[in-house]
């Protein structure tokens, strides 16, 4: 069946430095993504989202960037910091907002 | 502030118990969702609902329900709770903004079946 999956399970960067987050999907027809950010004990947070009529959007920080051709999505983060310490999600959209396919996670641990 | 929250953030059922989860989203979203997300699988949906009184299932409803009788509240319910029901029970709202959908959570439910 269709799948959204995540490159790498874990990313150490440091404090400062800029993050990558990869994300992989299969769904041709996919044509809405979501990052999400989930700190310990808490439910996932929006960060940022794009369709698929786009390549890049960009927010405070952060860049998504979706490349349709290698159906592949990815989360910059600028000047990391350790409140940035957290998973993170990517997802499609599968049916205009009514539901959603996530990745299994990336946890991002930002060191001093 | 938008918010979704939830009745409880733990609750800890013994097996065969009928279990409710309540949800309430103040921003007027027409779509609800519940989620559960167990370690090394994700997020997994069971149920959704675009409408009051209307729901659709997900990927996994076998051994839950849900009720949507007011457009701002929707309930997970387990009939007869099981220990592989132990998870994280995440609920979330979603509404278009422009040509975005903006879906939110609450801070979930950690529910113990033991």
């Known amino acids: 069946g269709e799948s959204v999956g995540l490159h790498l399970p874990t990313l150490s960067v440091q404090e400062g430095d800029n993050s990558i987050i990869n994300c992989a999907y299969s769904?041709?027809?996919?044509?809405?993504f979501i990052w999400y950010k989930q700190e310990s004990g808490k439910g996932p947070q929006f960060i940022i989202d794009i369709r698929s009529n786009m390549d890049k959007r960009q927010g405070q920080r952060v860049t998504v960037l979706l490349n349709k051709t290698v159906k592949h999505l990815s989360l910059q983060i600028a000047a990391t910091q350790p409140g940035d310490s957290a998973v993170y999600f990517c997802?499609?959209?599968?049916?205009?907002?009514?539901?959603?396919?996530f990745g299994k996670g990336t946890s991002l641990l930002v060191t001093p | 502030d938008v918010k979704v929250t939830q009745s409880s953030r733990y609750l800890v059922k013994r097996t065969g118990e009928k279990v409710f989860l309540e949800c309430v989203q103040d921003?007027?979203?027409?779509?609800m969702f519940w989620y559960r997300q167990d370690p090394g699988l994700g997020l997994r949906l069971i149920y959704f609902s675009y409408d009051v009184k209307m729901k659709e299932k997900g990927d996994i409803p076998e051994g839950y329900s849900v009720s949507r009788e007011k457009k701002e509240r929707f309930s997970l319910i387990l009939e007869s709770a099981s220990t592989n029901q132990t998870s994280m029970y995440l609920c979330?709202?979603?509404?278009?903004?422009?040509?975005?959908?903006?879906?939110?959570f609450g801070p979930g439910t950690r529910l113990t079946v033991t």
């Open positions: 769904n041709s027809a996919s044509d809405y």
């Open positions: 997802a499609e959209d599968r049916n205009s907002g009514y539901a959603l396919n």
């Open positions: 979330a709202s979603s509404g278009q903004v422009g040509i975005f959908w903006e879906q939110y």
């Open positions: 921003m007027d979203h027409e779509n």
